[in-house]
C-alpha cells in the first residue's frame, strides 16, 4: 500500500553535530512533500517543504533533500541544538488542494549537550 | 501568520459522555480541514476530511455516528466524540490547509482525550 516511512526510529547527536533524518516513500506519483517536527503532547509544526520539481530546498539551519529515483528524502539539521529535540515526520502529498497528507512513522531525535 | 487553534488542549470525561473538540484557523480561510488520532509514540492516524458546508470524509474504519464532524464555517470545524468510552482515550489533532498549490497543512495543537 501506499506509505511513507522512515529509516530509524530513533537518533541520538552531540550539541553542535549535523544531523540527517532519513524517509523512504513509495508512492511514485507523489509531488510534494513536508517535514514536520512534534514536540511532546503539541500538534506538528510545519519545517520545511518540497516539490517534486526540486532535489534541495533550503530554509534556516535546514535542507532538504529529494532523491526521487529511489525515493527518498532526508532533512539535515545543521549545528543541531538541544532544542531541536522532538519527533520528526515526513508527510507526503500529490500536492492538490484539499487531499490529506500521509505520515511516516517518526523519528525521535535526541540532543545531548 | 497561519495559526491553527485547538480547544481544549485536554479534557477528561465520564465514559458515556460526549466532547467537543474546536479547530480554528485564526488568520486564514480554509476550506478543508482535517482530524488525525495520534496514539503514544505512533504516528498520526487520518481520521477525516472536512470540506465547509459538506460533510466528511471518513477514512476507513472510522465510525461516522462515533466521531461527528462539523465544518460550519471556513474557519471553524468540530469533532464530537459521542458516547466516549476508555478505548477512545487519545490525541486528537485537527489541521487546515489554506489551499494553494502547495496545499501546506497547518497544525493546531492537539486535544487529549481521556476517558475514566
Known amino acids: 500500500g501506499e506509505s511513507v516511512g522512515l529509516h530509524l526510529p530513533t537518533l541520538s547527536v552531540q550539541e553542535g553535530d549535523n544531523s540527517i533524518i532519513n524517509c523512504a516513500y513509495s508512492n511514485s506519483a507523489s509531488d510534494y512533500f513536508i517535514w514536520y517536527k512534534q514536540e511532546s503532547g503539541k500538534g506538528p509544526q510545519f519545517i520545511i517543504d518540497?516539490?517534486?520539481?526540486?532535489d534541495k530546498r533550503q530554509g534556516q539551519r535546514v535542507t532538504v533533500l529529494l532523491n526521487k529515483t529511489v525515493k527518498h528524502l532526508s532533512l539535515q539539521i545543521a549545528a543541531t541544538q538541544p532544542g531541536d529535540s522532538a519527533v520528526y515526520f515526513c508527510?507526503?502529498?500529490?500536492?492538490?488542494?484539499?487531499?490529506?497528507?500521509?505520515f511516516g512513522k517518526g523519528t525521535t531525535l535526541s540532543v545531548s549537550s | 501568520g497561519a495559526v491553527v487553534s485547538q480547544h481544549p488542549s485536554r479534557v477528561i470525561c465520564k465514559s458515556g459522555t460526549s466532547v467537543k473538540i474546536e479547530c480554528r484557523s485564526l488568520d486564514f480561510q480554509a476550506t478543508t480541514m482535517f482530524w488525525y488520532r495520534q496514539f503514544p509514540k505512533q504516528s498520526l492516524m487520518l481520521m477525516a476530511t472536512?470540506?465547509?458546508?459538506?460533510?466528511?470524509?471518513?477514512e476507513q474504519g472510522v465510525e461516522k455516528d462515533k466521531f461527528l464532524i462539523n465544518h460550519a464555517s471556513l474557519t471553524l470545524s468540530t469533532l464530537t466524540v459521542t458516547s466516549a468510552h476508555p478505548e477512545d482515550s487519545s490525541f486528537y489533532i485537527c489541521s487546515a490547509s489554506p489551499g494553494g498549490r502547495e496545499n501546506i497543512q497547518y497544525f493546531g495543537a492537539g486535544t487529549r482525550l481521556s476517558v475514566l
Open positions: 518540497i516539490r517534486s520539481n526540486m
Open positions: 508527510a507526503e502529498n500529490r500536492g492538490q488542494a484539499g487531499t490529506a497528507l500521509i
Open positions: 472536512s470540506n465547509e458546508g459538506s460533510k466528511a470524509t471518513y
